[in-house]
């Protein structure tokens, strides 16, 4: 909350309204999901913008001028289990219903984004199979008994049908394993090692031409693949179904030496994602990019990752240290052993969109009542977007149907993220959607008005928040129950998005400011990056952690007003030893205003509020928080700070 002094920002906001400079409100549509699901992706009345802001609201602030990643899409893997139960199980008069209502923008929830396994996953039906089980190819790496026979029936007309109510999916190709004569252990199964690669280094050409004839059967039955991983989950070996191991340096030697001038030498332009696998390694594409052809390769789109362990944080440490390679997260599945979806998904979705993700893909597409069919030893407690009863074909939406929809329906392919914050209990995205048409008469003025807002909020905390969100110069409030989420959408208001000054609001220093509101990071070293983090203090969000000395966030445009005189910094240490926290002012090394001390709280999420005297801090400043003086194993974790 604000203190009762009203800052600068919000005095000139005001006198500005009262100029009468408002020519007409903003209203914005409102869609909502309860934490009950009573309520499910549900529209609500519309709110409008008025003219300035209050002083006594948490803000959810949004800059147009900070743009950061595209988003390509949200959606789900056709898996084979999901690809029967749709083309076989739901009736015929019904499937176009279905299909709408998941690829449809204007229908359905606009699912736009495909990952499609090459061959079985563990949610497939029995028996095993891949693209190539004639282990008399192991001899010709030109494969002639290559085939995707098995995918005509169910999933390549599915596809088919998607592509053609959604023209901008994109597709991702990915071998859960390589076919089982290729491996050492001669099967599709994992093993028991996840040290070395299970691909025998003998049919690493088979391999890529594997790859290559993949992309040119979808082709040529008329799905484009616009991306491939190699393996699923490299580090992981189940030995309940499909998988195979690929350490790093396995995988960049097969990228580099095999895969890439396949994939050129048949002029293919698919595009490769590394990794595919959890947020908890980011050593593993470290290593990968590491090369200097690979990090220089064109060819090379980014990382895949899932949700399963780590913070998304990862993908920030990726994008700072290669910038020319995107983030995508693939696989992100719902299931029995989440205690709540609805937080989970908003959480994580948010989460991931602050952490550059230009994707978010669940699991599943489809699973019958009882979570398959799927391979025995495979994933039994998983969740599908939709339940498909095996027995009558009834369709029903599950609850990641609409929190992925709070995404999915709104926010299209083409749009940027924009920055916006955090507030206490209060997590947010920020979009600008593309053109709603194409070859727009008329100057810059009306392509912007052509371009629809939209921002995601969910309320992170136990009590009902009331906030408002500010937007070059224009605000409205809103009412979120606990732990519900709301996608808000509106035009531009060209009246106000005109001021230069309203693109990138000035945050009142006497406000709290969540640590997880930076506008960027930086003093990376080998040891790694500041990351945000799930946060266990009140109102829950995101925490900054995996600090070191030397690591800083930057906050631009705090309103410091006349002068403020100390800081209250809410903080968490579990390292055993004390660090420090340093506010500077214009860089990371410039004008010290002031340092508090981070003592041992006992805990990386035992929080204790401290405070240090301000000196020098006035008028609208850049803010860099720096971490110093504690071990580099970390020197304590930041959930937000207020000056007073």
Known sequence: ???????????????????????????????????????????????????????????????????????????????????????????????????????????????????????????????????????ADSTNASLPNFSVTHDTADILPLLLQAKTINPQIKMLGTPWSPPAWMKGNDSMYGGT???????????????????????QAYQAAGVPVDYLTIQNEPLNVPTGYPGSSMPATDQLDILKAYVLPALATANINTKILVYDHNWDTPSYPETVFGDATLAASSQIAGVAWHW????????????????????????????????????????????????????????????????????????????????VNSSTGAVTNNIDYYTLGHFSKFV?????????????????????????????????????????????????????????VVSNGTSFQYSLPSYAGATFQWDANLEYSCRPECWTPAIPATAQIQASSYNQLGGYNSAGELQTEPCTDTDNGFDLGYSAPGYWAEYRNIDFGSGVHSVSVRV??????????????????????????????????????????????????????VFQNGPSSGTGNLNWFQFQ
Not at 196 to 204: G, I, K, T, V
Request: charged share 10%; aromatic share 10%; hydrophobic share 40%.
């Open 308 to 387: 399963y362990g780590g913070p998304p944080g990862a993908m920030t440490t990726l994008h700072n240290l290669f910038p020319q390679f995107n983030q995508y997260v693939t696989e992100a599945s719902g299931g029995t052993w989440i205690a709540d979806e609805v937080r989970t998904d908003f959480e994580m979705i948010i989460h991931s969109m602050r952490n550059w993700s230009r994707s978010y893909v669940k699991w599943s597409l489809a699973l019958d009542q009882n979570r398959g069919p799927f391979i025995p030893g495979g994933c039994n407690d998983c969740s599908g977007l939709i339940t």
């Open 572 to 625: 968490a240490n579990g390292s055993g030893s004390t660090g420090t926290l340093e506010f500077h002012s214009g860089g990371p090394t410039g004008p010290l205003l002031a340092q508090a001390t981070i003592p041992n709280t006992g805990g990386w999420q035992t929080w204790q509020t401290v405070t240090a005297t301000v000196s020098g801090a006035a008028g609208v400043q850049n803010l860099f928080v």
């Open 1 to 135: 909350m604000l203190s009762g002094r009203v800052s600068s920002t919000f005095a000139a906001l005001c006198l500005w309204a009262a100029s009468g400079a408002l020519a007409s409100a903003q209203v914005v549509s409102v869609w909502l999901t309860t934490d009950d699901q009573q309520t499910l992706m549900a529209p609500r009345p519309t709110v409008s913008f008025t003219p300035g802001a209050s002083s006594q609201l948490p803000s959810i602030f949004i800059s147009e001028s900070q743009a950061e990643q595209t988003i390509e899409g949200f959606g789900a893997s056709m898996t084979d289990s999901a690809a029967y139960l749709l083309n076989e199980k739901v009736p015929p008069a019904a499937l176009g219903g279905v299909m709408q209502s998941l690829f449809s923008h204007s229908q359905g929830i606009g699912v736009s984004f495909l990952r499609n396994p090459m061959g079985s996953s563990d949610i497939a039906r029995p028996p095993v199979y891949s693209y190539d089980d004639t282990s």
């Open 412 to 468: 299209l392919p083409g749009a940027v993220r924009v920055w916006s914050n955090n507030a206490p209990g209060l997590i947010s995205a920020a979009f600008i959607n593309p053109l709603r048409h194409s070859g727009i008469a008329g100057a810059d003025r009306s392509e912007a008005r052509d371009r629809p807002r939209v921002l995601v909020v969910y309320n992170d905390s136990a009590a009902t928040q009331k906030f408002q």
């Open 193 to 215: 090692s996840a040290t070395a690669s299970q691909l025998l280094p003998a049919q690493y050409t088979a391999f890529a031409n594997y790859l290559v004839k993949y992309v």
